[in-house]
């Protein structure tokens, strides 16, 4: 069992930059490949970024890419996005996932732990 808790969450304006945590915890829980999906109202959940167990490896949506970065440390057992150049359509409530793959890590099927999600509201 992996336990997710967000947080950072808030209310930025555009082109400002904002860091959401996820602290991970349970046994094994530093195996874990790690990533970042968002959900805005009507809207389905879609991929932000991703990164292999040991931090060797991320991916990340085409409309993040440049802006968000993730990283894992697993000293601390948290997983962070950085997102920079805010815009408003990066609006969005955004959860932590915890997979046991290693690839293939866009599909949130794949993905057997989530956080309860942390909402980020960039206004224009």
């Known amino acids: 069992q992996v336990q997710l808790v967000e947080s950072g969450g808030g209310l930025v304006q555009a082109g400002d930059s904002l860091r959401v945590s996820c602290a991970f915890s349970?046994?094994?829980?530093?195996?874990?490949?790690m990533g970042w999906f968002r959900q805005a109202p009507g809207k389905e959940r879609e991929f932000v970024a991703a990164?292999?167990?040991?931090?060797?490896?991320?991916h990340y949506a085409d409309s993040v890419k440049g802006r968000f970065t993730i990283s894992k440390d697993n000293a601390k057992n948290t997983v962070y996005l950085q997102m920079n150049s805010l815009k408003p359509e990066d609006t969005a409530v955004y959860y932590c996932?915890?997979?046991?793959?290693?690839?293939?890590?866009?599909?949130?099927?794949?993905?057997?732990?989530w956080g309860q999600g942390t909402q980020v509201t960039v206004s224009s």
């Open positions: 996932a915890a997979s046991p793959y290693q690839s293939g890590l866009g599909r949130h099927l794949l993905y057997t732990y």
């Open positions: 349970g046994r094994t829980s530093s195996n874990y490949a």
């Open positions: 990164i292999t167990w040991n931090g060797g490896t991320t």
